[in-house]
Antibody, heavy 116, light 112 residues
Framework: EVQLVESGGGLVQPGASLKLSCVAS????????MSWVRQTPGKTMEWIGD????????NYAPSLKNRFTISRDNAKSTLYLQMSNVRSEDTATYYC?????????WGQGTLVTVSS | DIVMTQAPLSVSVTPGESASISCRSS???????????VYWYLQKPGKSPQLLIY???NLASGVPDRFSGSGSETDFTLKISRVEAEDVGIYYC?????????FGGGTKLELK
């Protein structure tokens, strides 16, 4: 069974940093481009960025490029999202997903709430 | 960025009847390789999104054939035949032709 399990969300103060993780199982993680997508409380979906299967290349949404960093550890089948200088508008549920593949797996999401 | 516009915002359907959801892109999603890079997702209540249709008209694995996708270069339709209770949720279209990938605002399907 394919599973993507995100963790690391929670309540954080504006300006803080946070690192999300996504552990994959049930498929060959190292064969897949992986993405992060977030969904705001109003249900708007926003692509954050993605990373090539070997970790050698990343793409980011231009508005987030300077604050968010995506990485991966294929030996641990884990995807990461490093968030820095978070703002209230970053409040959302964050999903890891193999978005670009015809077998587009999605995790259950982890909620990040930015508030003082 | 490519803007994806969905209509209607919500639709109420009697079980057993059909439903259609529209999506329009701000530019052609037809690649020179002949593939149209529009996708459809369903987010059931309290769940994460799931892929229904990829590359405009291809049914994702495990998705009932009551679902179908069609369209042109900029106008797309998701059709659900014989709506069932399990089809309730928010439907999103999305494009993967260009970076950044973008999504429509969603269409909420409810049962009458």
């Amino acid at each position: 069974e394919v599973q993507l399990v995100e963790s690391g969300g929670g309540l954080v103060q504006p300006g803080a940093s946070l690192k999300l993780s996504c552990v994959a199982s049930g498929f060959t993680f190292s064969d897949y481009w992986m993405s992060w997508v977030r969904q705001t409380p109003g249900k708007t979906m926003e692509w954050i960025g993605d990373i090539k299967y070997d970790g050698s290349y990343t793409n980011y949404a231009p508005s987030l490029k300077n604050r968010f960093t995506i990485s991966r550890d294929n030996a641990k089948s884990t995807l990461y999202l490093q968030m820095s200088n978070v703002r209230s508008e970053d409040t959302a549920t964050y999903y890891c997903t193999s978005l670009r593949h015809t077998t587009a797996y999605w995790g259950q999401g982890t909620l990040v709430t930015v508030s003082s | 960025d490519i803007v994806m516009t969905q209509a209607p915002l919500s639709v109420s359907v009697t079980p057993g009847e059909s439903a259609s959801i529209s999506c329009r892109s701000s530019k052609s999603l037809l690649h020179s390789n002949g593939i149209t890079y529009v996708y459809w997702y369903l987010q059931k209540p309290g769940k994460s999104p799931q892929l229904l249709i990829y590359r405009m008209s291809n049914l994702a694995s495990g998705v009932p054939d009551r679902f179908s996708g069609s369209g042109s270069e900029t106008d797309f339709t998701l059709k659900i035949s014989r709506v069932e209770a399990e089809d309730v949720g928010i439907y999103y279209c999305g494009q993967l032709l260009e970076n950044p990938p973008t999504f429509g605002g969603g269409t909420k399907l409810e049962l009458k």
